[in-house]
């Protein structure tokens, strides 16, 4: 998934499955579903993610990208974090 702000259609941008509820991710603009953010809660830069983005806000930047989703080492799916 490209690090770009998309529209909900429904469906996680992460895994794809339909949903009603959605957030965006701490890793980058993905719309995810809530077992995907379960899912990127347990990763290890999870903490470091979230620090990033309250340190993006507390310097007025409302529109943080994240420090980007972790594919290279992990693969794209957070069932394995």
């Given at each position: ?6 529209k ?11 949903s ?11 719309l995810?579903c ?11 830069d ?7 983005e ?20 992990l ?7």
């Open positions: 998934m490209m690090n770009i702000h998309m909900w259609t429904g469906h996680c941008q992460r895994c794809s499955v339909r009603n509820i959605h957030t965006m991710s701490m890793f980058d603009s993905t995810i809530i077992p995907c953010l379960s899912a990127e809660k347990k990763h290890p999870y903490a470091k993610a979230s620090a990033a309250q340190e993006a806000l507390k310097k007025g930047d409302r529109n943080f990208k994240g420090i980007g989703y972790p594919t290279a080492e693969g794209n799916d957070p069932i394995d974090w």
